[in-house]
């Protein structure tokens, strides 16, 4: 079955150093989006993309970045971890950019900066 | 920008009565709404939608929520609670300025006692 995959699923890492996050979807799916959730927030948009080579900015990107070259996977990037990145942040995608096509969630990974 | 209001951050409901979760919405254009439900330490599941069609959707579990554009309002409702529906609810507006990525609500803690 296809499926979105999320890798690791905990990672604790120290304030400073890089981390990097991978997602990987079977869909063939050309649209894929980076969340985060903390409590009482909700999840927030980091990071979309519409396809091969696109990026676009979320509503929380600061100090975030992702890149796109195949359309199976988003990795995302933390180039220097801060404590404020604490949280556990779920991968995301679709078929179809219109609202009729389901969006499909990954297991999420929990991140902690220490 | 389009968002949506989570009216109650928690609520308990006994056993095999009714359930109300409420959301408001803002949106400068008809909206898709959503309701996704995350039980601890899993992953998102898509409830119901709403995407211009009939206003009362029916979703999986026996719930349902009925979209009314004169209240703005997208409550989720379910006629009878069951001990496996504690979880945590978020209400969902989808965003075309960013890729149809979801704009989600804080969340509802829904509390069911024996």
């Known amino acids: 079955d296809a499926e979105i995959t999320q890798s690791p699923r905990h990672k604790i890492t120290e304030t400073g150093r890089q981390v990097t996050l991978a997602c990987h979807q079977t869909w063939n799916h050309n649209n894929m989006f980076w969340y985060r959730q903390d409590l009482g927030h909700g999840l927030r948009l980091i990071h979309y993309s519409y396809g091969v080579q696109d990026t676009n900015k979320g509503e929380v990107s600061d100090g975030y970045s992702v890149s796109r070259s195949n359309t199976e996977d988003l990795p995302l990037t933390l180039e220097s971890a801060a404590s404020s990145q604490t949280s556990v942040y779920f991968c995301a995608s679709k078929e179809g950019l219109a609202d009729n096509y389901e969006q499909y969630f990954g297991p999420g990974t929990r991140l902690t900066v220490t | 920008a389009q968002s949506v209001t989570q009216l109650d951050s928690h609520v308990s409901v006994s056993e095999g009565t009714p359930v109300l979760l409420r959301c408001n919405y803002s949106?400068?254009?008809?909206?898709?709404l959503f309701w996704y439900v995350q039980h601890p330490n899993k992953g998102l599941q898509l409830l119901l939608k709403y995407t211009s069609a009939a206003t009362l959707v029916k979703g999986i579990n026996g719930f349902e929520a009925e979209f009314k554009k004169s209240e703005t309002s997208f409550h989720l409702t379910k006629p009878s609670a069951h001990m496996s529906d504690a979880a945590e609810y978020f209400c969902?507006?989808?965003?075309?300025?960013?890729?149809?990525?979801?704009?989600f609500g804080k969340g509802t803690s829904l509390l069911v006692t024996p």
């Open positions: 969902v507006v989808s965003d075309l300025n960013s890729g149809y990525a979801l704009n």
């Open positions: 949106s400068s254009y008809s909206p898709s």
